[in-house]
């Protein structure tokens, strides 16, 4: 199973446009990278999904150079409401889907 | 709207004792997971079942059984409660389809355990 490291939290200020990056040096060639946005007292909620190159929504962008051993979810002009834990999570192919998330990173939003 | 239901929000529970938490989904999806939550660890996955009548252990079973008697509902039991147990428990759900590895899951709001 690729295991994942991210950095345990980051600061930043409103308007600003944030980085977070995910090392997954062992990702399998059938892996997905797909990112999640956690609140307290909420469950995780999904945000983006990629295999490789660049996937944009209305909400993030996703970066993923062409070894795929990391990623970088961006989130363009945070605001207070950014402020979260967000997960980097790779999904293992087969029918064994032990989806395993890493310990996520603390986004803390200033004004 | 229900998506994933989660019984009940919080319980205090004494050491030893039997506990089952409730997960329900109205979605349909073929995969369901139950994770825990600790404090700078993370989420950890207890169990999963990819489709009814299948499970399999996470990183983090022990303690824990669960069962998949049908698609809506996976209940996590904890035979013999310790206050290790003590955690926010999330259940989840993905439709994996077939053999995609592309996997979106949706998270209950989770139960919050204290085990005296």
């Known amino acids: 199973l690729a295991k994942t490291t991210q950095p345990i939290s980051m600061d930043s200020y409103e308007g600003q446009e944030v980085n977070i990056t995910c090392s997954h040096n062992n990702i399998a060639t059938n892996d997905y990278i797909t990112w999640y946005q956690q609140f307290p007292s909420q469950g995780p909620r999904f945000i983006i999904q990629?295999?490789?190159t660049k996937v944009t929504n209305e909400v993030a962008s996703l970066f993923i150079p062409a070894d795929r051993k990391s990623s970088t979810l961006s989130l363009p002009r945070v605001s207070l409401s950014d402020t979260a834990v967000y997960y980097c999570l790779v999904s293992s192919s087969g029918s064994a889907r032990q989806l395993t998330f890493g310990s996520g990173t603390q986004l803390t939003v200033l004004p | 709207i229900a998506g994933i239901t989660q019984a009940p929000t919080s319980q205090i529970l004494a050491a030893g004792r039997r506990m089952t938490l409730r997960c329900t989904q109205d979605?349909?999806?073929?995969?369901m997971y139950w994770y825990r939550q600790d404090l700078g660890l993370g989420l950890r996955l207890i169990h999963y079942s990819n489709t009814a009548g299948t499970t399999g252990k996470g990183e983090v079973p022990d303690g824990y059984s669960v069962s998949r008697a049908n698609t809506d509902d996976f209940p996590l039991t904890l035979a013999s409660a310790v206050p290790s147990q003590t955690s926010v428990y999330f259940c989840a759900s993905s439709d994996t389809g077939t053999g995609a590895n592309t996997v979106e899951l949706f998270f209950g709001e989770g139960s919050r355990l204290t085990v005296l």
């Open positions: 990629g295999y490789k």
């Open positions: 979605m349909r999806h073929n995969a």
